[in-house]
Nanobody, 123 residues
Framework: QVQLEESGGGLVQAGGSLRLSCVAS????????MGWFRQAPGKKREFVAA????????YYSGSATGRFTISRDNAKNTGYLQMNSLRPEDTGRYYC????????????????WGRGTQVTVSS
């Protein structure tokens, strides 16, 4: 059984930073991609960033480009999302997903999801 557990969310003022972590257990994902998605109340889940476990190619949404950085530590089976210059519109529940293969920006590509961690950015 695969489990993903996110952590690192919280309340931060606009302009601040947070670092999210996603620990995968039960299986290694070195051949696939890992992604971060977020969902604000009343809105659809949207892509934030993704990375392949092997090779490290990174992908970002337009909103995340230049402010967020995705990374991974294969030895720890852990992915990270460093978020800087946070804005109120970044508020939402952030989900880690694993098992992505082709279009890592699509949530349909992923087999496994965590329960999410809440990020709230105050103005």
């Amino acid at each position: 059984q695969v489990q993903l557990e996110e952590s690192g969310g919280g309340l931060v003022q606009a302009g601040g930073s947070l670092r999210l972590s996603c620990v995968a257990s039960g299986r290694t994902f070195t051949s696939y991609g890992m992604g971060w998605f977020r969902q604000a109340p009343g809105k659809k889940r949207e892509f934030v960033a993704a990375i392949y476990w092997r090779g490290g190619n990174q992908y970002y949404s337009g909103s995340a480009t230049g402010r967020f950085t995705i990374s991974r530590d294969n030895a720890k089976n852990t992915g990270y999302l460093q978020m800087n210059s946070l804005r109120p519109e970044d508020t939402g529940r952030y989900y880690c997903a694993a098992g992505g293969r082709l279009d890592l920006s699509s949530d349909r590509e992923y087999d496994y999801w965590g329960r999410g961690t809440q990020v709230t950015v105050s103005s």
